[in-house]
């Protein structure tokens, strides 16, 4: 049996943020829900909120795995059951790399309605070099132009101040 390789970190680098928001979430009395488990003892269905369907007029190759050939879904970094649902993505930089240009696929997913309009989407910038990175800030800008229903933050602070918003909506 073959070993998965992380050759650039990008899985260590990933759970280490995973651990700090969850952290982030637990500090303002919120539980970031990730686990089938945690969903359960929610209450909570992971389909809309962790687990994101594909919209059907997508390519059929788009809709199908390739190995298993089974329906083909997206997940989400979590969901915050809070101010009416939130579901989480986050992207971590703390060197440059290949993943950057990646967030205009998230962008398109934006677009195309893959989150839903039922909760909120927070997709958060964190790392050392999140707010250096130009694709960053030009998802942000056309998200904005565009009008998406998406809340972009550079930043664990900037995340937390956020979610505290949020937090007092409710």
């Not at 995973?18 to 359960?40: P, T, Y």
């Not at 269905?45 to 059929?60: A, C, Q």
């Amino acid at each position: 049996m073959s070993k998965k390789l992380d050759t650039h970190g990008a899985a260590k680098a990933g759970t280490k943020s995973e651990d700090i928001l969850k952290h982030l979430f637990k500090r303002q009395g919120l539980q970031l829900l990730n686990r089938k488990s945690e969903f359960e003892k929610a209450g909570l269905d992971m389909n809309g909120r962790k687990y994101l369907k594909k919209p059907s007029w997508w390519h059929e190759k788009c809709l199908k795995t390739r190995a298993k050939g089974d329906e083909a879904i997206f997940k989400s970094d979590g969901y915050v059951d809070v101010c009416g649902g939130l579901i989480i993505e986050l992207k971590s930089s703390n060197n440059h790399g290949t993943t950057e240009e990646k967030v205009f696929y998230d962008l398109e997913k934006i677009r195309d309605g893959v989150y839903g309009n039922q909760h909120k989407l927070i997709y958060a910038f964190v790392g050392d070099v999140c707010d250096d990175v130009g694709e960053y800030h030009l998802f942000k800008q056309k998200a904005e132009r565009e009008g998406l229903p998406v809340h972009i933050t550079f930043g664990w602070a900037e995340l937390e101040k956020l979610i505290i918003k949020f937090k007092g909506d409710e």
